[in-house]
């Protein structure tokens, strides 16, 4: 559908940290309500010096970023993030950080999304957040 | 503890991705296993561009980094991430987002750190992570 | 806080589940908004029939409860629990499982809460929950 | 696969825990590496003495047991939990409680663990847990 990906596209391309990380609209599924979004490898995204290795920090920002792009397909309103988790299976070793988002529930005061991140063809972090969908974080 | 503290330093500055984000020792308490980690607002930090608003991603790498470094202080071998979690309370407003790490439980094979961020004296997220101390990440 | 208290131990008292796993209300500091309740030892709550040890679905019921109970001292409408976090740090060893429910944040839409256990003297499990504040599970 | 669904079975029978709340071995997916195990209402499991809901701490419990074993098929030394994170997505309300988990990776040190919960046809909880495979809790 090339409406929600020129929205998704739209919707990373706004804050200013991701001018700084760009984040890439990759694709969107509407029927199974995924989203995909990557982050090409670049040596300040990284942990090690001497090896391509994207950063946990890199990692974890990069869920926000596709979790929330999962929940703003389907929401007109903004939708904080109100948790965020974490689980790391491997060194995130690759070209591409690509981060695929599946909306779990759209409920009437939260939002749950999983997030699944690979590199280099290899799974690399389950991520799993939430996002307020009644306008308030606290 | 003046060597705690330029450990803490020297700790923070390796990671490529760092001399990018810029998170500084603040201090460490060598008594009650805490460490302190800063980082100042800019711009491309944010998450709105019209407010001074840390973004979630940037507040999630730097609960990351101060958990690690809340480890990297107390362990000679590195430490990779495992489990990341953040609860968001408020909105990350302020020149400075301030992250203390509190070491929770030194295992043989996890480290236990909570995080605490705070933005223009507000505490802002809720972090806890776990630290592999015997060198796999999975 | 006598009345408060009372209050704690008949919230307890309330769900049919409570009447089997028998939480009793230990303490309340209404100045530090902190809440106790603990369980005592017997072997049907036992992981292990040849040790006096807790199961972890017992330590993750305690963690849901206090928490519960440390938000409900506090609000006259039932919250819901919206998620549960619990870190297993040590074996449960001893005669009482005693849980500290700490509220971090009550929020207009969610409250945060820390819960500590501890059992024969050592801390056992880190728990961090939240519980719906608007009425709302989902 | 009858020997797995007897392994199963025996695996949930052992803890003296478990003779109260009775989860039971309803399949094992080896070739998906997936587990289901079910709980049966009675009121004594119920948060509510007027509805036949169970309680959140019931479904945490479950939420450990059915993680636990899908580890434990494939394993031949005891895996403690480490973490345990549940969502609560809405209310559980059914006869029976099913959890269905899914092995997402056994590492050298710790697998994880997704664990998905229904009630009455619904999906009512996402769990995440983690169990070290190394033998150390901590």
């Given amino acids: 559908m090339k409406n929600a990906l020129d929205k998704l596209a739209a919707e990373l391309e706004r804050p200013p940290f991701h001018t700084w990380l760009r984040p890439r609209a990759k694709s969107v599924d509407v029927e199974r309500e995924e989203v995909g979004v990557a982050v090409i490898y670049r040596p ?3 942990y090690d010096s001497s090896r391509a290795i994207f950063h946990g920090g890199v990692v974890a920002a990069l869920v926000d970023i596709a979790g929330y792009a999962t929940v703003a397909i389907w929401q007109k309103v903004p939708t904080p993030t109100t948790a965020l988790h974490v689980e790391y299976l ?3 070793i690759g070209d591409e950080l690509l981060a695929r988002g599946i909306l ?5 005061s939260v939002a749950r999304v999983d997030i699944e991140v690979s590199a280099g063809g290899k799974l690399v972090a389950l991520g799993r957040a939430t996002y307020s969908t009644s306008g308030a974080q606290g």
């Fill in 44 to 46: 300040e995204l990284s």
């Fill in 90 to 92: 491997r060194p995130a």
């Fill in 104 to 108: 779990r529930r759209m409920g009437r």
